[in-house]
């Protein structure tokens, strides 16, 4: 039978929170994938794995996959999740961020965040005695990226050495991707037009990380160029939650980097085409992409369920 993680026979992170991926160390990330691994196979074997633990969701921003999996994931290991609307007002209008963390950690046993700032997570963690989850800032999107490169690996059976192409907008998954795949040495090459590069110092980190796990990190502005040869070609909307004001611009400018069935077609054959999803389907990618065999969107989503589950059980197994 399976090993099972259980209370009883705690395994750790080496991290209290998960507020962006430079916390994790490479032990970290496997750790998360191989309990993933094993709450997907068998996931009655969790039905009480977090018996009586309580988490509290906190979204300034929409969400169906993020809240969906977090609540279904808490419920389905014993646990509940309270729902904290905070599209209005906004965390930390009402009262301070520190007061709010300070107040949750006297009732619940972790906070998942979804905030506009990167800040406001970072603060979250600083004040609460109580784990602390980044479900989506301006930045990052760990959760994401790692149920992204779970869902690579269990597609292509490895990990190391694979070439993943971001196309698209250099926002806060294009971030994540970069960063996270630097450490599980995976090449990543981003092509963006001009002005929507991500963030010099987040591609700095992750060639940094690249250089110490034998992956490269690319920035193209040609997505030809960019897709050439890659195992997977990944996607997401030209204007983020918080940019809708900026989308008609966008509209403009994206068409280029599209990604239709033309672009798939510079990639590796067995290529797999990725979106974290919710898709503006005719914009950044095609229907026929991504109805496609070779789009694993919709096996990406059911991952943020098994990977979060193993990430909440790793942070809230020993009552901290
Ligand atoms: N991919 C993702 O985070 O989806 P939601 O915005 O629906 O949570
Ligand atoms: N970049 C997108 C991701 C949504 C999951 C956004 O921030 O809106």
Same mark, same amino acid.
């Given at each position: 039978?399976?090993?099972?993680?259980?209370?009883?026979?705690?395994?750790?992170?080496?991290?209290?929170? &998960?507020?962006?991926?430079?916390?994790?160390?490479?032990?970290?990330?496997? &750790?998360?994938?191989?309990?993933?691994?094993?709450?997907?196979?068998?996931?009655?074997?969790?039905?009480?794995?977090?018996?009586?633990?309580?988490?509290?969701?906190?979204?300034?921003?929409?969400?169906?996959?993020?809240?969906?999996?977090?609540?279904?994931?808490?419920?389905?290991?014993?646990?509940?999740?309270?729902?904290?609307?905070?599209?209005?007002?906004?965390?930390?209008?009402?009262?301070?961020?520190?007061?709010?963390?300070?107040?949750?950690?006297?009732?619940?046993?972790?906070?998942?965040?979804?905030?506009?700032?990167?800040?406001?997570?970072?603060?979250?963690?600083?004040?609460?005695?109580?784990?602390?989850?980044?479900?989506?800032?301006?930045?990052?999107?760990?959760?994401?990226?790692?149920?992204?490169?779970?869902?690579?690996?269990?597609?292509?059976?490895?990990?190391?050495?694979?070439? $993943?192409?971001?196309?698209?907008?250099?926002?806060?998954?294009?971030?994540? $991707? &970069?960063?996270?795949?630097?450490?599980?040495?995976?090449?990543?090459?981003?092509?963006?037009?001009?002005?929507?590069?991500?963030?010099?110092?987040?591609?700095?980190?992750?060639?940094?990380?690249?250089?110490?796990?034998?992956?490269?990190?690319?920035?193209?502005?040609?997505?030809?160029?960019?897709?050439?040869?890659?195992?997977?070609?990944?996607?997401?909307?030209?204007?983020?939650?918080?940019?809708?004001?900026?989308?008609?611009?966008?509209?403009?400018?994206?068409?280029?980097?599209?990604?239709?069935?033309?672009?798939?077609?510079?990639?590796?054959?067995?290529?797999?085409?990725?979106?974290?999803?919710?898709?503006?389907?005719?914009?950044?990618?095609?229907?026929?992409?991504?109805?496609?065999?070779?789009?694993?969107?919709?096996?990406?989503?059911?991952?943020?369920?098994?990977?979060?589950?193993?990430?909440?059980?790793?942070?809230?197994?020993?009552?901290?």
């Amino acid at each position: 039978m399976t090993p099972v993680i259980t209370l009883e026979k705690p395994e750790t992170l080496s991290v209290r929170n &998960l507020v962006a991926e430079r916390d994790l160390v490479r032990r970290d990330i496997e &750790l998360v994938f191989q309990l993933a691994e094993r709450i997907k196979s068998a996931p009655g074997d969790y039905a009480q794995a977090l018996r009586g633990k309580q988490l509290a969701l906190i979204f300034e921003k929409p969400s169906l996959r993020t809240r969906v999996t977090f609540e279904v994931g808490m419920t389905s290991m014993g646990g509940f999740a309270v729902y904290l609307d905070h599209t209005k007002p906004r965390l930390g209008e009402r009262e301070s961020i520190k007061d709010v963390a300070r107040n949750l950690s006297r009732w619940v046993d972790g906070i998942v965040a979804r905030t506009f700032a990167h800040s406001a997570v970072e603060e979250l963690a600083e004040h609460a005695s109580i784990p602390v989850v980044n479900a989506l800032t301006d930045l990052f999107h760990p959760c994401q990226a790692l149920a992204d490169y779970f869902t690579l690996g269990e597609k292509v059976g490895r990990l190391k050495g694979l070439k $993943l192409a971001y196309v698209g907008d250099g926002n806060n998954v294009c971030h994540s $991707l &970069l960063v996270t795949g630097a450490k599980l040495g995976v090449t990543v090459h981003v092509a963006t037009p001009q002005g929507f590069e991500p963030k010099a110092e987040i591609v700095e980190e992750a060639k940094t990380l690249a250089r110490k796990t034998g992956a490269k990190v690319h920035l193209y502005s040609d997505p030809v160029e960019a897709v050439a040869g890659a195992n997977a070609v990944y996607t997401d909307v030209w204007a983020s939650m918080g940019q809708e004001y900026a989308s008609h611009l966008r509209g403009q400018v994206f068409p280029p980097y599209r990604v239709t069935e033309g672009l798939m077609a510079s990639a590796d054959p067995s290529a797999v085409f990725m979106h974290c999803l919710p898709a503006h389907r005719g914009q950044e990618v095609t229907d026929a992409v991504l109805d496609s065999p070779q789009s694993v969107a919709f096996d990406q989503a059911e991952n943020r369920l098994h990977v979060q589950k193993a990430l909440l059980l790793l942070l809230m197994q020993n009552g901290r």
